[in-house]
């Protein structure tokens, strides 16, 4: 096989070649991949439906093993004007459907949408977003697709085809979902399924808000719903706990999940972005229930008591003191709200002093990624951003509909925006991140509404790192839910997270100057496993020792 | 009006003349609300005495009250040459002249009359600005409650406020303050960047102007510019040493960048040039909190409370309580002042979290 030269790789030829070149302060260089070639299709009218401005998720994957990471997006529909009863949005047009695209081994990719099985979402399903997890342990990642409508499993036969398996593994929710991601609550080696769902809402009961402006309704003209635990039954079904669990017990605007075990008592807990009220966090009490405990925790509401347009979410630790933190990015004139674990059950609110206040005032984010950009030993903040309403810059001159993604560096706990590369602003939506190259440093993937993805590959730089895959055997088999340590950094195993994204499920490691590594994992199963001197800038498999 | 005078004049003469006794005839059509007989009784008392003031006032009155003003003008037009002294008479011909629109001809009877609330109007209305706003405020002294002189003063004064920066831009279009002036109406539109542009020219040319770095630094603040904005009120604070909201916002703008001690000490001097201010005083808690001074937040957030009840900033001052006393593991405390926040959230509907 033909091994492809790295940036990294090409960084050291010129290195040892004695040639200097071009400073560049840009991290990212926005790629158009061959074979790509996506647009999102969200229709909007002049009736300015919600669900118009809300979608556009991505996943990046493995879904055939082959080393590489492919890439899933998540279409939309066609809206008419003004929708009639039975909703349909066109999925069966090929414009309208999902794509699944292979990477090829050149780093082009090739749209294999229809031999998956993956064409045509279901007519009545307006696409939000994606959420990537092995529900079966067959040791291939399956798919879970969010909609205004209901939602599709496919489950990944292993053999580049998918089959829609909804109705019999009882998964569809119904309603308006949005992110949603795979789990293990209750440890038992199955991963379970938390389904965000953002109001009661249809196309015969939309408004049209602004007076003269007609725009996009805030949240809260419309009732508010519960969210969606699934628990995995270990056969292929699942089993709706939403209101034993306790999730059910409170109504959310919720747009998005991310999880972590935050008081470190070996059970994965809940936190859900709500949008234009308080946030959740849901306490996993280890008995199959779960306490909302988000405005004790104080993870509910801004320093001063305000509530958040809490859409994207990130839950890992960023000052690298060991414990996950929460980011939530929300509209301008709101700052992302960042919650600092301390330690004690609770959260104090961060955004402050970590710098967001300058950073975020008068942006809008959604997907969110803390990664470590340029492998320094600090997770970096990047933010897919723009606004909710299309038409704001004439409501507000100080807004703006696009605007580029953020990144910001982290210094010690402090970010400070860093040139990404990007120069066009886009409406943004999902964010997923991962090593599309397999270099060793983070890319990501941005969509846009309406428009055709970002691919943001990485230039790389001199700093070590290490990239870890988790094989689960008593465990879920990607070890989702672990939680581990190297060389003092912590990562919390997850795909979920950003907002209806889904990420490499591969923990990133950046090392610095390190050449070598301490790893520690925490499996779920209560598992702790210690490996001592591993050798940097390597993908490093752990498998889960078999017996305690 | 004229009824006491009526019966004066009555009791004086032993057999009422026949123009007083179509008066009297007048007057009481009039009560009975006929007042089309009313008129009729006034008009032939006016003919029959063409020298009668107080007939002419009253045929004058009985109009208005018909709401016919023109038909009112002639006969207390004719009252006033009569008897000029009649403040009565000037009044209701000032009404009159001012409801068919004759405001400048008002004018004068209305001063005679010393009708505050109809004189405001009609200077508004004849456009003599700088005269109606000090008159509708003494109106307004003698009657708060009133919706339409709140309205009329209002309306006097912003056009008196645009009339004047008018000529100010005519006359001294270069000046600082015309700059100034421009930024602040281009600030109302949220056009930042030409607000910002004619700002920066009004400082080039008089930099010591207290309060354009002030109001410049509100600009940024709105716009989210929070470093921009830090810089200008750091400068106002220069300009103006004494001035506590500069001071304020300054604290306000340090915090929103983190930087917490800097913005103590910032509103530590706001609250010692003008103390007893909530807004500073939450401020003050909250830089403190931030900076890890849990004792000054809690003083100050206290002290807020002694100041505001059930407002936005009370449920705020709870709410960074709860979070001290819990980080304190004063677990009744911060119960206590969570307690105190979500009665004060109930109503804004920040929690509909309800199952129904």
Same mark, same amino acid.
């Given at each position: 096989?033909?091994?492809?030269?790295?940036?990294?790789?090409?960084?050291?030829?010129?290195?040892?070649?004695?040639?200097?070149?071009?400073?560049?302060?840009?991290?990212?260089?926005?790629?158009?991949?061959?074979?790509?070639?996506?647009?999102?299709?969200?229709?909007?009218?002049?009736?300015?439906?919600?669900?118009?401005?809300?979608?556009?998720?991505?996943?990046?994957?493995? %879904?055939?093993?082959?080393?590489?990471?492919?890439?899933?997006?998540?279409?939309?529909?066609?809206?008419?004007?003004?929708?009639?009863?039975?909703?349909?949005?066109?999925?069966?047009?090929?414009?309208?459907?999902?794509?699944?695209?292979?990477?090829?081994?050149?780093?082009?990719?090739?749209?294999?949408?229809?031999?998956?099985?993956?064409?045509?979402?279901?007519?009545?399903?307006?696409?939000?977003?994606?959420?990537?997890?092995?529900?079966?342990?067959?040791?291939?990642?399956?798919?879970?697709?969010?909609?205004?409508?209901?939602?599709?499993?496919?489950?990944?036969?292993?053999?580049?085809?998918?089959?829609?398996?909804?109705?019999?593994?009882?998964?569809?929710?119904?309603?308006?979902?949005?992110?949603?991601?795979?789990?293990?609550?209750?440890?038992?080696?199955?991963?379970?399924?938390?389904?965000?769902?953002?109001?009661?809402?249809?196309?015969?009961?939309?408004?049209?808000?602004?007076?003269?402006?007609?725009?996009?309704?805030?949240?809260?003209?419309?009732?508010?719903?519960?969210?969606?635990?699934?628990?995995?039954?270990?056969?292929?079904?699942?089993?709706?706990?939403?209101?034993?669990?306790?999730?059910?017990?409170?109504?959310?605007?919720?747009?998005?999940?991310?999880?972590?075990?935050?008081?470190?008592?070996?059970?994965?807990?809940?936190?859900?972005?709500?949008?234009?009220?308080?946030?959740?966090?849901?306490?996993?009490?280890?008995?199959?229930?779960?306490?909302?405990?988000?405005?004790?925790?104080?993870?509910?509401?801004?320093?001063?008591?305000?509530?958040?347009?809490?859409?994207?979410?990130?839950?890992?630790?960023?000052?690298?003191?060991?414990?996950?933190?929460?980011?939530?990015?929300?509209?301008?004139?709101?700052?992302?709200?960042?919650?600092?674990?301390?330690?004690?059950?609770?959260?104090? %609110?961060?955004?402050?002093?970590?710098?967001?206040?300058?950073?975020?005032?008068?942006?809008?984010?959604?997907?969110?990624?803390?990664?470590?950009?340029?492998?320094?030993?600090?997770?970096?903040?990047?933010?897919?951003?723009?606004?909710?309403?299309?038409?704001?810059?004439?409501?507000?001159?100080?807004?703006?509909?696009?605007?580029?993604?953020?990144?910001?560096?982290?210094?010690?706990?402090?970010?400070?925006?860093?040139?990404?590369?990007?120069?066009?602003?886009?409406?943004?939506?999902?964010?997923?991140?991962?090593?599309?190259?397999?270099?060793?440093?983070?890319?990501?993937?941005?969509?846009?509404?309406?428009?055709?993805?970002?691919?943001?590959?990485?230039?790389?730089?001199?700093?070590?790192?290490?990239?870890?895959?988790?094989?689960?055997?008593?465990?879920?088999?990607?070890?989702?839910?672990?939680?581990?340590?190297?060389?003092?950094?912590?990562?919390?195993?997850?795909?979920?997270?950003?907002?209806?994204?889904?990420?490499?499920?591969?923990?990133?490691?950046?090392?610095?100057?390190?050449?070598?590594?301490?790893?520690?994992?925490?499996?779920?199963?209560?598992?702790?496993?210690?490996?001592?001197?591993?050798?940097?800038?390597?993908?490093?498999?752990?498998?889960?020792?078999?017996?305690? | 009006?004229?009824?006491?005078?009526?019966?004066?004049?009555?009791?004086?003469?032993?057999?009422?003349?026949?123009?007083?006794?179509?008066?009297?005839?007048?007057?009481?059509?009039?009560?009975?609300?006929?007042?089309?007989?009313?008129?009729?009784?006034?008009?032939?008392?006016?003919?029959?005495?063409?020298?009668?003031?107080?007939?002419?006032?009253?045929?004058?009155?009985?109009?208005?009250?018909?709401?016919?003003?023109?038909?009112?003008?002639?006969?207390?037009?004719?009252?006033?040459?009569?008897?000029?002294?009649?403040?009565?008479?000037?009044?209701?011909?000032?009404?009159?002249?001012?409801?068919?629109?004759?405001?400048?001809?008002?004018?004068?009877?209305?001063?005679?009359?010393?009708?505050?609330?109809?004189?405001?109007?009609?200077?508004?209305?004849?456009?003599?600005?700088?005269?109606?706003?000090?008159?509708?405020?003494?109106?307004?002294?003698?009657?708060?409650?009133?919706?339409?002189?709140?309205?009329?003063?209002?309306?006097?004064?912003?056009?008196?406020?645009?009339?004047?920066?008018?000529?100010?831009?005519?006359?001294?279009?270069?000046?600082?303050?015309?700059?100034?002036?421009?930024?602040?109406?281009?600030?109302?539109?949220?056009?930042?960047?030409?607000?910002?542009?004619?700002?920066?020219?009004?400082?080039?040319?008089?930099?010591?102007?207290?309060?354009?770095?002030?109001?410049?630094?509100?600009?940024?603040?709105?716009?989210?510019?929070?470093?921009?904005?830090?810089?200008?009120?750091?400068?106002?604070?220069?300009?103006?040493?004494?001035?506590?909201?500069?001071?304020?916002?300054?604290?306000?703008?340090?915090?929103?960048?983190?930087?917490?001690?800097?913005?103590?000490?910032?509103?530590?001097?706001?609250?010692?040039?003008?103390?007893?201010?909530?807004?500073?005083?939450?401020?003050?808690?909250?830089?403190?909190?931030?900076?890890?001074?849990?004792?000054?937040?809690?003083?100050?957030?206290?002290?807020?409370?002694?100041?505001?009840?059930?407002?936005?900033?009370?449920?705020?001052?709870?709410?960074?309580?709860?979070?001290?006393?819990?980080?304190?593991?004063?677990?009744?405390?911060?119960?206590?002042?969570?307690?105190?926040?979500?009665?004060?959230?109930?109503?804004?509907?920040?929690?509909?979290?309800?199952?129904?």
């Amino acid at each position: 096989m033909n091994r492809r030269i790295t940036r990294r790789d090409f960084l050291e030829m010129c290195a040892a070649m004695g040639i200097a070149l071009p400073a560049t302060s840009a991290l990212f260089d926005v790629k158009h991949p061959r074979g790509l070639d996506f647009n999102h299709v969200n229709s909007p009218t002049p009736q300015k439906y919600l669900i118009e401005t809300m979608g556009g998720g991505v996943a990046l994957f493995d %879904y055939n093993n082959d080393g590489l990471l492919d890439i899933f997006l998540v279409n939309s529909g066609q809206l008419t004007n003004p929708m009639h009863q039975p909703e349909a949005f066109d999925r069966h047009d090929p414009r309208n459907w999902n794509r699944l695209y292979r990477q090829n081994p050149d780093g082009s990719f090739t749209d294999v949408t229809k031999e998956a099985g993956l064409a045509n979402a279901g007519d009545g399903n307006y696409g939000m977003g994606v959420a990537v997890g092995d529900y079966d342990n067959d040791g291939f990642p399956d798919l879970y697709i969010t909609n205004y409508g209901k939602n599709t499993l496919y489950h990944n036969n292993g053999d580049g085809t998918f089959t829609d398996v909804t109705a019999k593994a009882g998964v569809e929710a119904g309603g308006w979902s949005c992110s949603a991601g795979f789990f293990d609550y209750d440890n038992d080696g199955h991963l379970d399924l938390f389904v965000t769902r953002y109001m009661i809402w249809d196309t015969q009961h939309s408004k049209i808000c602004g007076n003269e402006w007609q725009t996009y309704c805030p949240p809260a003209e419309f009732p508010a719903t519960t969210n969606i635990l699934y628990r995995n039954r270990g056969d292929g079904t699942f089993e709706d706990v939403s209101q034993r669990s306790g999730i059910a017990a409170l109504k959310g605007r919720s747009l998005g999940v991310s999880f972590a075990d935050y008081d470190d008592d070996g059970f994965t807990d809940i936190f859900v972005s709500n949008d234009g009220m308080r946030q959740f966090l849901f306490h996993n009490n280890g008995d199959g229930t779960f306490t909302e405990r988000a405005l004790e925790a104080g993870t509910a509401l801004t320093a001063d008591g305000k509530p958040l347009s809490g859409m994207g979410t990130v839950f890992q630790d960023y000052d690298n003191d060991g414990r996950p933190d929460i980011l939530v990015t929300v509209l301008p004139r709101e700052v992302y709200a960042l919650f600092h674990n301390d330690g004690n059950g609770s959260f104090s %609110y961060r955004s402050l002093q970590s710098g967001l206040g300058l950073l975020s005032a008068a942006s809008s984010g959604w997907g969110v990624g803390f990664e470590d950009f340029d492998n320094d030993g600090w997770k970096d903040l990047f933010v897919a951003q723009s606004h909710v309403l299309d038409n704001v810059e004439v409501i507000d001159h100080m807004l703006h509909y696009k605007e580029p993604p953020l990144l910001a560096l982290n210094h010690n706990g402090r970010f400070e925006r860093a040139d990404s590369g990007i120069t066009s602003a886009i409406a943004g939506r999902g964010a997923a991140f991962g090593d599309l190259n397999n270099d060793g440093w983070m890319d990501v993937v941005v969509t846009s509404l309406g428009g055709a993805p970002l691919v943001l590959m990485n230039h790389g730089g001199a700093g070590h790192w290490l990239s870890i895959s988790l094989r689960g055997t008593r465990s879920n088999r990607d070890g989702l839910g672990a939680r581990v340590l190297v060389n003092g950094q912590v990562r919390f195993a997850t795909t979920a997270g950003s907002y209806i994204s889904s990420s490499d499920k591969r923990l990133h490691f950046g090392l610095g100057a390190a050449e070598l590594a301490k790893v520690e994992v925490h499996w779920p199963s209560g598992a702790h496993q210690i490996l001592e001197n591993v050798k940097a800038d390597q993908f490093l498999e752990v498998r889960e020792p078999e017996k305690s | 009006m004229s009824g006491v005078l009526l019966a004066l004049l009555l009791a004086l003469q032993a057999s009422p003349s026949p123009a007083l006794q179509h008066l009297h005839a007048g007057l009481e059509a009039e009560k009975s609300g006929q007042l089309d007989a009313a008129v009729a009784e006034f008009q032939k008392a006016t003919e029959l005495d063409p020298e009668l003031a107080v007939a002419f006032v009253d045929l004058g009155d009985i109009y208005i009250e018909k709401r016919d003003y023109a038909d009112a003008i002639p006969p207390l037009k004719r009252a006033v040459e009569l008897s000029p002294s009649l403040e009565g008479a000037h009044r209701l011909l000032g009404y009159a002249l001012l409801a068919q629109g004759y405001a400048s001809e008002a004018i004068p009877h209305l001063q005679k009359a010393h009708a505050e609330d109809a004189l405001g109007i009609a200077l508004l209305e004849a456009g003599k600005l700088p005269e109606a706003v000090p008159v509708l405020q003494k109106a307004l002294s003698q009657n708060p409650n009133d919706p339409d002189l709140l309205y009329y003063y209002g309306s006097a004064a912003g056009q008196l406020s645009k009339q004047v920066f008018d000529e100010l831009e005519e006359r001294f279009p270069d000046s600082a303050r015309a700059h100034q002036m421009m930024a602040q109406d281009y600030a109302v539109l949220r056009d930042v960047p030409s607000a910002e542009r004619e700002f920066l020219e009004a400082l080039r040319l008089r930099p010591q102007t207290a309060a354009l770095h002030l109001e410049l630094g509100e600009l940024y603040a709105r716009a989210q510019q929070w470093d921009k904005a830090e810089e200008q009120f750091q400068l106002e604070t220069e300009v103006q040493p004494g001035s506590a909201e500069a001071f304020y916002r300054l604290g306000e703008a340090l915090v929103q960048l983190g930087k917490f001690h800097e913005a103590r000490e910032a509103l530590v001097s706001s609250d010692q040039l003008k103390g007893d201010m909530p807004e500073t005083l939450y401020m003050l808690g909250k830089a403190a909190a931030s900076d890890g001074d849990d004792s000054l937040a809690q003083k100050s957030w206290l002290h807020v409370l002694k100041l505001e009840k059930d407002t936005a900033l009370a449920a705020q001052a709870h709410f960074g309580l709860a979070g001290i006393y819990r980080k304190q593991g004063k677990t009744a405390e911060a119960d206590r002042e969570m307690d105190e926040f979500r009665k004060s959230q109930s109503s804004a509907g920040h929690t509909d979290d309800s199952p129904k």
